[in-house]
C-alpha cells in the first residue's frame, strides 16, 4: 500500500504561482511513475504532468511552459510548480502513483486550487 497526501493549493490571482506537494508514505520513485491531474468542476480527470521512474517527464499541452513537475527522493515527495495561473487552472489537483501498467495505482485525496481576482 502507498498512501497519498497532497498540500499546496489555495486562491490565487491570476497570473500568480503555486507549488504543489504529494508526499508518499514510502521510497517508491525508482518503480513508481508519477502524475499529477487535476479535474474542474463538470469534467472529467485529466492528466497535466507525469513523471517516470527514470525521471522523464511530459506535460499536456494546455500547460506547457507554466508547469513544472519534480521530485524529491529523499524526501519521498513529488511536486509542481505552476506559474502564470489562469482561471481555467481552477480545478482538484490530484498526485497519482502507478506501476505495473496501472496494476498497481494510488491516488491522492487531492488539492483544491482556484484562480481567481
Known amino acids: 500500500q502507498v498512501q497519498l497526501v497532497e498540500s499546496g493549493g489555495g486562491l490565487v490571482q491570476p497570473g500568480g504561482s503555486l507549488r504543489l506537494s504529494c508526499a508518499a508514505s514510502r521510497s517508491i520513485f525508482s518503480i513508481y511513475a508519477m502524475g499529477w491531474y487535476r479535474q474542474a468542476p463538470g469534467k472529467q480527470r485529466e492528466l497535466v504532468a507525469a513523471?517516470?521512474?527514470?525521471?522523464?517527464?511530459n506535460y499536456a499541452d494546455s500547460v506547457k511552459g507554466r508547469f513544472t513537475i519534480s521530485r524529491d527522493n529523499a524526501k519521498n515527495t513529488v511536486y509542481l510548480q505552476i506559474n502564470s495561473l489562469k482561471p481555467e487552472d481552477t480545478a482538484v489537483y490530484y498526485c497519482?502513483?502507478?506501476?505495473?501498467?496501472?496494476?498497481?495505482?494510488?491516488w491522492g485525496q487531492g488539492t483544491q486550487v482556484i484562480v481567481s481576482s
Open positions: 497519482k502513483a502507478e506501476r505495473g501498467s496501472g496494476l498497481y495505482t494510488y
Open positions: 513523471i517516470t521512474s527514470g525521471g522523464r517527464t
